[in-house]
């Protein structure tokens, strides 16, 4: 009889949590489940993307078991800043490595673990786990945390500087990395940042998109866009990578009464947000919808916007695009001119992306796609039919599962 495969999976982010990361790793687990794999998950209290132990979360005792199907997932309550300062993050990382270390000791078999990034601690409770068990070790990198944290301006002194601090992250990332078996990334730009990082294979592991649970022929009106002004929508992270002084000079500079904008999502910046929006009259924010209604959602929508700060580039790939072009409808974004996301929208002609930190020239592209319906419809058509080619969900895992199995 062939023998079952046991695989530790350990991330900060899991079931129930039906966004970002999340989300991946819930899909993930539930996909090797299916191929009869046992899974262990070490995972936090759900706290994302809204900075606070979920309400039916909070008064479990701090370590829980939990069983999804046949996965056992096994808790440690962490420390949840209210306000994620860049020190503050550091305190929530070492609170969930802390507590979760009794946790491995749950575990009695495991093959191979994987470690999903953030946080990088993650890799560390990996290695002992490779260790005790003489296992194999996949690290899975959804965000470059500490590059981040230095390129979006968490910390006062920005990457380029190189200070202690910034050098003594990096040798604790690239000693991590480098004990891996495997270590893989979500974006072609991040695989070439990665290769400096770790002395390990690499691997290309893109986040990708279920075209069958986000489809426009099924789709129906969502409460939240059902004005007959030309509906813009952001659905997503509230937080520090994404641009929000650009949107909102581009707030400023829209017309109210042909235009409205719709945010759904929540975030370290949601409060703050929440405040600066006050004076717009044609500006909505809502809470994140579940996960079943996000099809409705965003194929609601006219335009979907992503405004980036243009120096985050290398760090991380938002996994919402994904969405926002399965919708097939058009999109508008703002970043870096070398990020992954600007090769994206260019190979698959779905929208319009800019390097440039000029409103006018996103006010063009709104115009544009307000004036010629046509334009905006076939730039929709493209971009589901390139995510839909590039990043189908059982065509990655498949994948995936065939290059895991070398271990």
């Given amino acids: ?183 893989s990334t979500i974006s072609h730009t991040m695989i070439e940042k990665l290769k400096k990082k770790t002395t390990a294979p690499t691997y290309f592991l893109p986040n990708w998109i279920d075209e069958k649970q986000i489809d426009p022929a099924f789709a129906k009106a969502h409460p939240f866009l059902i004005s007959s002004k030309f509906k813009i929508l952001y659905s997503g992270n509230i937080g520090d990578k994404q641009d929000w002084d650009f949107f909102l000079k581009f707030a400023e500079a829209i017309d109210d009464k042909r235009f409205e904008i719709i945010i759904v999502g929540d975030g370290s910046k949601r409060t703050w947000l929440e405040e600066e929006i006050k004076p717009y009259q044609n500006i909505t924010l809502y809470p994140p919808v579940p996960y079943e209604e996000l099809s409705d959602l965003l194929c609601s929508a006219d335009l979907h916007i992503l405004f980036q700060k243009p120096e985050v580039v290398d760090t991380v790939m938002p996994s919402k695009i994904l969405g926002m072009m399965a919708s097939a409808k058009p999109s508008i974004i703002t970043g870096h001119a070398q990020s992954e996301v600007a090769t994206s929208m260019i190979q698959s002609q779905g929208g319009y992306y800019s390097s440039e930190k000029e409103v006018h020239t996103v006010i063009s592209q709104l115009e544009t796609l307000e004036n010629a319906p046509e334009v905006s419809k076939e730039m929709g058509i493209n971009a589901r039919a390139y995510v839909v080619s590039n990043f189908a969900k059982n065509q990655i895992l498949a994948s995936f599962l065939k290059e895991l199995s070398q271990l």
Wanted: some cysteine.
């Fill in 1 to 183: 009889m062939k023998k079952r495969t046991h695989i530790t999976l350990i991330g900060l982010n899991f079931y129930p949590e039906s966004t970002a990361i999340g989300l991946y790793s819930t899909q993930l687990a539930q996909y090797l489940e299916d191929q009869d794999i046992q899974l262990d998950v070490i995972t936090a209290f759900p706290y994302y993307p809204q900075w606070k132990i979920a309400p039916a979360y909070q008064d479990k005792p701090s370590y829980l078991k939990e069983k999804l199907g046949t996965i056992n997932v096994y808790r440690y309550k962490q420390y949840v800043p209210a306000n994620p300062t860049f020190f503050k993050r550091i305190l929530h990382i070492l609170s969930f490595t802390w507590g979760s270390f009794r946790n491995l000791w749950n575990i009695k078999k495991c093959d191979i673990v994987i470690s999903v990034v953030p946080f990088t601690s993650a890799t560390l409770l990996g290695y002992i786990q490779q260790r005790r068990f003489k296992a194999k070790s996949w690290i899975h990198i959804q965000d470059f945390e500490f590059d981040a944290a230095f390129q979006s301006g968490l910390t006062k002194s920005g990457e380029q500087k190189g200070g202690m601090v910034y050098r003594f992250l990096m040798w604790i990332e690239k000693s991590l990395f480098s004990k891996a078996d495997k270590v």
